[in-house]
């Protein structure tokens, strides 16, 4: 079972490069999330996925885009990074109200902007 | 809103010792609760939950944690640590009524050493 995999694993980026990270997911779930990682403030959402075809916005979502492209994949765009976004991104997902609750988690891709 | 607040961010236990990670939450609604583990340079692991019934819930490699409504508090707790304990912990929260669209909010984690 692979459950939810994030590519690439590490990346370095220059200021005002772009880049795409790639969540797919086998579990047949609904809705994925991404989340970001910062040292002293936990983890805090970008944006999610409830459903195909549906995004919206979490807590942090400027500076990123995000792209339901079926049911299984999720992406995360930053169109121009930023040192701010230098962080280790998460991707989850889960099927919402079947009494679960219990998000799946990848293992993160680790982003330095420099 | 939900808000978890973990107000400790380093926790420094003996190895055999018991230990105890505090967690409370905020919300204007009955709410579900999770702790969540991470090993360093790795995801994360659902610890426990807490839907509804038995406020004591137990999880994987034993740990507990129980949910206090009138203190809206679900702390974490071992009886005995072990080196393989170390860790970051997280506190979450969510609120099924919003259903559709049930999303996680997390505290900013207690990490969690154990000295031989």
């Known amino acids: 079972n692979a459950g939810v995999t994030q590519t690439p694993k590490f990346q370095v980026l220059k200021t005002g490069q772009s880049m795409t990270l790639q969540c797919a997911q086998d579990m047949n779930h609904n809705s994925m999330y991404w989340y970001r990682q910062d040292p002293g403030m936990g983890l805090r959402l970008i944006y999610y996925s409830a459903s195909e075809g549906t995004t919206d916005k979490g807590e942090v979502p400027n500076g990123y885009n995000v792209s339901r492209l079926n049911k299984r994949e999720f992406s995360l765009r930053l169109e121009s990074a930023a040192p701010s976004q230098t962080s280790v991104y998460f991707c989850a997902s889960n099927i919402p109200g079947q009494g679960n609750y219990g998000y799946t988690f990848g293992s993160g891709t680790r982003l330095t902007v420099v | ?116």
Request: contains cysteine; negative net charge.
């Open chain 2, 1 to 116: 809103a939900q808000s978890v607040t973990q107000l400790d961010s380093q926790v420094p236990v003996f190895e055999e010792a018991p230990v105890e990670l505090r967690c409370n939450y905020s919300s204007s609604v009955s709410v579900y609760l999770f702790w969540y583990v991470q090993y360093p340079n790795q995801g994360l692991q659902l610890l426990l939950k807490y839907l509804s019934g038995s406020t004591l819930v137990k999880g994987i490699n034993g740990f507990e944690a129980e949910f206090n409504k009138s203190q809206t508090s679900f702390h974490l707790r071992k009886p005995s640590v072990h080196i393989s304990d170390t860790a970051e912990y997280f506190c979450a929260v969510l609120d099924p009524s919003n259903f559709g669209n049930e999303k996680l909010t997390f505290g900013t984690g207690t990490r969690l050493t154990i000295i031989p």
